[in-house]
């Protein structure tokens, strides 16, 4: 049955086009080439781009190596967003990318690494080779820097001091970094300090401190020093992160009584920098013990002479009368004791690390009270109402107690109670509210021009083209039609003749036979018909079968 239909259409479309004029047959022609094309441009975009991604992100002086690369290997390539990503077709993707990667050609533009070292030349001196080194050894630090996510590109620049006999003789190797970043991109805290260890661990010694990172902007991003104070940068994050906490537990506590966003807290802490060595020994002298006694005594009995004379040059003189001595008793008696005693002492060693709170400022803005009444009319009213001093004084203390105030180490507090002054965004919110119906508006009449335009076309364009089309179809279908006593007589009156399948007929006769029935008649003329146009009554016999069964 559907083969049949099948059939009844194609050989319907055949009549229908080999009844039309060569012009409207052109013309159906080119409408159907403009459809099918229509289709399948539609078909590629609706299908997804025709080229995927190669490389993104790539920096600008890996582009020229990239694309030399791909016209050596005849691969046909576009070069897309701005010239940082590069697409191929997808069947060619895999092949293409470890070709590029086996060339050595993605990542290594622009910077030299340890391959310098592949190939030597003879009677290269030490200068030049310790100048390959340091080339070398930038290139690679500055591939280890690109291959974070948020850096574009980098420049790393060594001062490396030749190296000398004597430590003193020499310098401290430094680095310098230049980071470009890609847009609305950040590096954290970690991740500076994240470089910083990874070049000063790369190079022999290389201190972090002598590591300085700037970004493309020329804003320094490694903080060694926190100005004046010779502050560290460790030691300003410890003194940031105490007083965010000591904030944050003032406002935490306040903001349920008052309520949130209704109060402030500032805090400003002294932090002692200095690492302290101490030894402390203390000794009770009342807790004494003797630990050991030693007597020694010493006794001398006997004579002894003493010289007499003048003493000098004259008494040495050879032949000079000498002086006599002069004979004497003496008898000496000496006696020693030493007693040790054992004294209990204590020794404290003890190490401050820095850190230390030596002082707090503490500032609280507290807001007053909201009052809502209402006037004589019943409208309501909004009144601001102060603090008391009780509940200020209440406040003071939650305060002391919640972050360790100290009078004796010099803290100071001071809460005030201060009027907040309210944002309005309703006007900010009236002009987003416009913006967002601009934007509907816009893309309503957008899609309705686009509806409109469509419409206009199929009825001013397409409907009227297959009006055109079809109308000569249409005629040889309705002449094809047979036609009723009635009819055959009027078109009879009105034109002297009848049209038929083969053109137009003769009158009919008046001496038509009064005893033949009007079916005999018209299968008469039916079966002449068919008799002279066999082409014409199959097609039309063929579309009576259609109508009879739809």
């Not at 691969?75 to 077709?89: A, C, Q, R, W």
């Not at 804003?219 to 410890?238: D, F, P, T």
């Not at 105030?405 to 201060?418: A, L, Q, V």
């Amino acid at each position: 049955m559907f083969s049949k239909y099948i059939s009844l259409l194609i050989a319907q479309f055949k009549g229908f086009y080999k009844d039309l004029s060569p012009t409207k047959r052109m013309s159906l022609i080119l409408s159907m080439i403009m459809i099918a094309g229509t289709t399948v441009v539609v078909g590629i975009l609706m299908s997804g781009r025709s080229h995927v991604a190669l490389f993104t992100k790539i920096p600008a002086d890996q582009l020229p190596i990239i694309v030399n690369q791909l016209r050596q290997m005849n691969i046909p390539y576009k070069v897309e967003s701005g010239g940082e990503t590069i697409t191929v077709p997808p069947e060619l993707l895999h092949s293409t990318q470890m070709a590029i990667m086996s060339e050595s050609t993605v990542g290594k533009a622009g910077s030299i690494g340890l391959e310098l070292f592949e190939k030597q030349d003879f009677g290269v001196t030490s200068y030049a080779q310790r100048i390959n080194y340091q080339r070398a050894l930038q290139g690679e630090l500055m591939r280890a820097i690109n291959s974070l996510e948020v850096v574009r590109r980098s420049k790393v620049i060594l001062a490396l001091p030749p190296k000398k006999t004597f430590l003193e003789e020499g310098g401290e190797p430094k680095a310098s970094i230049v980071l470009d970043l890609y847009p609305g991109k950040a590096l954290s805290k970690n991740q500076i300090r994240g470089i910083t260890n990874l070049v000063s661990a790369s190079v022999e010694n290389l201190h972090a401190e002598n590591v300085t990172i700037v970004n493309s902007v020329g804003k320094v991003l490694s903080k060694q020093s926190g100005g004046a104070a010779g502050m560290s940068s460790e030691m300003a994050e410890i003194k940031s992160r105490i007083e965010s906490e000591l904030e944050n537990r003032i406002e935490s506590i306040i903001s349920r009584v008052v309520g949130t966003g209704k109060v402030i807290a500032k805090v400003n802490a002294d932090i002692d920098t200095r690492v302290v060595d101490s030894v402390e020994e203390i000794v009770d002298p009342d807790r004494t013990a003797v630990l050991s006694t030693q007597t020694s005594e010493e006794k001398m009995a006997g004579s002894r002479t003493n010289p007499v004379g003048i003493p000098g040059a004259r008494a040495n003189v050879p032949g000079a009368e000498q002086g006599g001595q002069v004979g004497f008793n003496q008898d000496t008696s000496t006696a020693v004791s030493t007693t040790n005693y054992e004294v209990p002492k204590t020794v404290r060693k003890t190490k401050e690390a820095p850190g230390g709170i030596k002082r707090l400022s503490i500032a609280v803005l507290v807001d007053g009270e909201t009052v809502y009444t209402s006037d004589e009319n019943g409208e309501p009213l909004e009144e601001w109402k102060s603090r008391t001093e009780e509940e200020l004084s209440k406040y003071e203390s939650l305060v002391q107690n919640a972050i360790g105030f100290s009078p004796n180490r010099g803290d100071t507090i001071k809460i005030e109670n201060i009027r907040f002054q309210e944002e309005d965004f309703t006007r900010s919110e009236e002009i987003l509210d416009n913006i967002e119906m601009r934007k509907l508006i816009s893309y309503i009449l957008r899609w309705a021009v686009i509806a409109l335009s469509m419409a206009l076309f199929f009825f001013l364009v397409v409907r009227p083209f297959m009006h055109w089309i079809t109308d000569s179809f249409q005629e040889s279908v309705d002449d094809m039609l047979p036609k009723t006593i009635e009819e055959l007589e009027e078109l009879q009156a009105v034109e002297g003749s009848l049209p038929g399948m083969a053109g137009a007929l003769p009158a009919l006769n008046d001496s038509v036979h009064p005893d033949k029935a009007e079916s005999e008649l018209l299968k008469e003329r039916i079966m002449k018909y068919i008799g002279e146009d066999g082409k014409k009554a199959a097609s039309a016999l063929g579309m009576w079968l259609i109508r009879k069964e739809l």
